[in-house]
């Protein structure tokens, strides 16, 4: 029977967590009144994910659940790549990603998915909602101000040039229904930073309805300094590509 809902998580050396967060996946997707599928796509893992997916994987093929779907990429492509592929090799009604390591816990989704059936087309997790709430361990308080003034900086220069409207694009938890997926996935090019930036470009440009929704996010984990900055410049430019293959009608 096709799938209602398809939920996608894409997977690079996540072994420390990974089989937690393919039970937590699992048996959410279980509680659904509907046909589920989860579908992992492995970029090229260099640690113990793809003998954890496989295990996951024959463990559940004998009993009742979603179905589940292995891919692996030969090489890693980077995150867009492999939502990108897991969108499109997915075939349920509703299609959402979240990162591996479930910083959105993926009770989430649940309103999301209320969105998807309604008139959105495509329903984003955005942690500045008014309604959203972070978790954040102690050791990490100093860094939260610092972090979200300078987010705030990137999403206006986001905003400016590439996606108006949108106060969140990297919020790792998004959703689309079928018939967005299959307009804005085939279109997009961006494999790592911007990918997020260029899905909801496309998604705009196609005047695909799209609704933000408060989520409950984890502050897991401090990225460094030196990554972020030099990150941000990356993403700089992408937004530069993104608005120069828009005026050339490459997303059309």
């Known amino acids: 029977m096709k799938p209602s809902l398809s939920l996608i998580l894409p997977i690079y050396n996540s072994a420390a967590f990974l089989e937690d967060s393919l039970v937590a996946c699992r048996d959410w997707l279980v509680s659904m009144d509907r046909e589920t599928e989860l579908v992992l796509v492995d970029d090229a893992s260099q640690d113990e994910s793809p003998l954890i997916l496989a295990g996951f994987a024959e463990r559940m093929s004998g009993e009742a659940g979603p179905r589940i779907i292995v891919l692996r990429n030969d090489v890693n492509r980077g995150k867009g790549h492999a939502v990108r592929r897991g969108m499109l090799e997915a075939s349920g009604d509703l299609r959402l990603f979240?990162?591996?390591?479930?910083?959105?816990?993926?009770?989430?989704?649940?309103?999301?998915?209320?969105?998807?059936?309604?008139?959105?087309?495509?329903?984003?997790?955005?942690?500045?909602?008014?309604?959203?709430?972070?978790?954040?361990?102690?050791?990490?308080?100093?860094?939260?101000?610092?972090?979200?003034?300078?987010?705030?900086?990137?999403?206006?220069?986001?905003?400016?040039?590439?996606?108006?409207?949108?106060?969140?694009?990297?919020?790792?938890?998004?959703?689309?229904?079928?018939?967005?997926?299959?307009?804005?996935?085939?279109?997009g090019d961006r494999n790592r930073f911007s990918f997020d930036v260029e899905l909801l470009y496309i998604a705009q440009r196609h005047r695909l309805p799209i609704v933000q929704c408060p989520v409950r996010f984890i502050y897991k984990k401090e990225p460094s300094t030196v990554h972020f900055f030099k990150d941000s410049i990356v993403m700089i430019w992408s937004m530069f590509h993104v608005r120069f293959r828009g005026m050339r009608r490459k997303y059309d």
């Open 98 to 187: 979240t990162d591996a390591d479930l910083t959105y816990p993926i009770q989430n989704a649940d309103r999301m998915i209320a969105e998807l059936e309604g008139d959105a087309e495509v329903a984003i997790a955005s942690r500045i909602h008014p309604e959203s709430r972070y978790v954040v361990a102690s050791e990490f308080l100093r860094y939260v101000y610092t972090r979200h003034t300078m987010g705030r900086i990137f999403n206006l220069l986001v905003r400016v040039l590439v996606v108006p409207g949108i106060m969140d694009t990297q919020a790792g938890l998004k959703g689309f229904t079928s018939k967005a997926a299959e307009t804005i996935f085939p279109r």
